[in-house]
């Protein structure tokens, strides 16, 4: 077998050389140039922050007389910054062990509009800040048999999205249907869109649309990755639709053998 093995990595080798990364198979050289380009993200993601941290805490440092609420704000900035780098960190270590092929699926039956109240409840202060309302019309009784740790991480990506996305004073609406062996779970918003010929890369990691309304919203570029692994993994389908200037809506497709219903 080690033979073969080393037979067949000469082979490869000669021939440029291919990796198995996730689900895929890349050239060597393909690979490489990905690897330089994520690190140089990461480190762009992190430095930015870094340098506004590190001003707004230097300038209280040099000016020990500016009044309480001068300080204030600028303790404000360090403190918003010092939570982005947390957001980017805390993702990035999510999409590292998905690499190291270490994140498992633990599946038990929960309640799925319990689940996405308690998780819009959780955004409201996020969304009252644009005067958005969010609707929810999932039958209350389904159970849905899958990880409920990591359906709560999909449904906060893509409900703080809309969020995020959506214009002031918008609702966004969530809702669900059944159709041809599917249950399908829809995140609609009224928010500014996504350009055509952006569709095909939101789930890259790092891609971001508008990098500054992103990032001012806290947005780390990574949601949808994780989304879309997260969907992989539990054998749903994401699909996007929007139209720019008018919304986006975000369906997750899941297999009705993993939808029950609660008896009365
Ligand atoms: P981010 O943290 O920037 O939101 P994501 O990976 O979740 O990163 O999404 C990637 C990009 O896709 C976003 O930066 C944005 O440009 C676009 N996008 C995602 N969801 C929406 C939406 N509901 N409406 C408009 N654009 C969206």
């Known amino acids: 077998i080690l033979i073969i093995a080393v037979f067949i990595g000469m082979t490869l080798s000669?021939?440029?050389?291919?990796?198995?990364s996730g689900r895929s198979i890349i050239p060597v050289k393909e690979s490489i140039k990905r690897q330089q380009e994520f690190v140089a993200n990461?480190?762009?993601?992190?430095?930015?922050p870094i340098a506004v941290v590190l001003t707004n805490l230097e300038v209280i440092k040099t000016a020990p007389e500016e009044t309480v609420r001068q300080?204030?704000?600028?303790l404000g900035n360090a403190y918003d910054e010092t939570k982005r780098m947390e957001k980017v960190v805390t993702d990035l270590l999510f999409l590292a062990k998905v690499d190291?092929?270490?994140?498992?699926?633990?599946?038990?039956?929960?309640n799925?509009?319990?689940?996405?109240?308690?998780t819009s409840e959780k955004l409201m202060p996020l969304a009252a800040k644009k005067n958005i309302s969010i609707y929810n019309s999932i039958d209350d009784k389904i159970?849905?048999?899958?990880?409920?740790?990591?359906?709560?991480?999909?449904?906060?990506?893509?409900?703080?999205?809309?969020?995020?996305?959506?214009?002031?004073n918008s609702a966004i609406t969530i809702s669900s249907k059944?159709?041809?062996?599917?249950?399908?779970?829809?995140?609609?918003?009224?928010?500014?869109?996504i350009a055509p010929g952006d569709m095909e890369k939101v789930y890259e990691r790092f891609f971001r649309a508008d990098k500054a309304r992103s990032r001012d919203m806290g947005g780390t570029g990574l949601g949808l990755s994780i989304a879309k692994w997260i969907a992989d993994e539990h054998d749903w389908k994401i699909e996007i639709t929007s139209k720019p200037g008018k919304g986006t809506t975000a369906s997750v497709f899941i297999p009705m053998e993993q939808i029950y219903y609660e008896e009365e």
Do not use: C, P
């Open 71 to 74: 300080q204030w704000q600028w």
């Open 143 to 168: 159970l849905l048999n899958a990880d409920r740790l990591k359906m709560t991480q999909l449904a906060i990506i893509l409900i703080d999205n809309s969020i995020k996305y959506s214009t002031e």
């Open 178 to 193: 059944e159709d041809k062996g599917f249950f399908i779970l829809k995140f609609k918003d009224h928010g500014i869109g």
């Open 14 to 20: 000669l021939a440029g050389g291919y990796i198995i």
């Open 42 to 48: 990461v480190s762009h993601e992190l430095r930015t």
């Open 112 to 118: 799925l509009a319990y689940l996405i109240t308690d």
């Open 100 to 110: 190291a092929g270490q994140l498992n699926l633990e599946r038990e039956k929960f």
